[in-house]
């Protein structure tokens, strides 16, 4: 098993920048690609970014692309979404989720096996 926790959510008006962060704990020595996730009211949970174990492949949703940056720091067993240029269509719980296969980023949902609880990112017009 292992235990995801977002953390870095909070209130920000358009224009403005967040860091989330997800801390894994539990079987980590095993290696996992990383992806973030959102899920806005109403709406399907969608893919916004995602990292192989290296670091080496990284992949966006073309929504975020050239604004959000995911990183991931192995030591720390830690993945980052820096989030800059923020706006109110941004608003929504980011996910982090931890996909079994290392060697590939993915953007698909339905290949990742864990899932932390989520924090919440409200952009202000």
């Known amino acids: 098993q292992v235990q995801l926790v977002e953390s870095g959510g909070g209130l920000v008006q358009a224009g403005g920048s967040l860091r989330l962060s997800c801390a894994a704990s539990?079987?980590?020595?095993?290696?996992?690609?990383m992806g973030w996730f959102r899920q806005a009211p109403g709406k399907e949970r969608e893919f916004v970014a995602a990292?192989?174990?290296?670091?080496?492949?990284?992949i966006y949703a073309d929504s975020v692309k050239g604004r959000f940056t995911i990183s991931r720091d192995t030591a720390k067993n830690t993945v980052y979404l820096q989030m800059n240029s923020l706006k109110p269509e941004d608003t929504a719980v980011y996910y982090c989720?931890?996909?079994?296969?290392?060697?590939?980023?993915?953007?698909?949902?339905?290949?990742?096996?864990?899932w932390g609880q989520g924090t919440q990112v409200t952009v202000s017009s």
């Open positions: 539990g079987r980590t020595r095993n290696s996992y690609a």
């Open positions: 989720a931890a996909h079994p296969n290392s060697l590939v980023a993915s953007s698909t949902l339905a290949e990742y096996t864990y």
């Open positions: 990292i192989n174990w290296s670091g080496t492949h990284t």
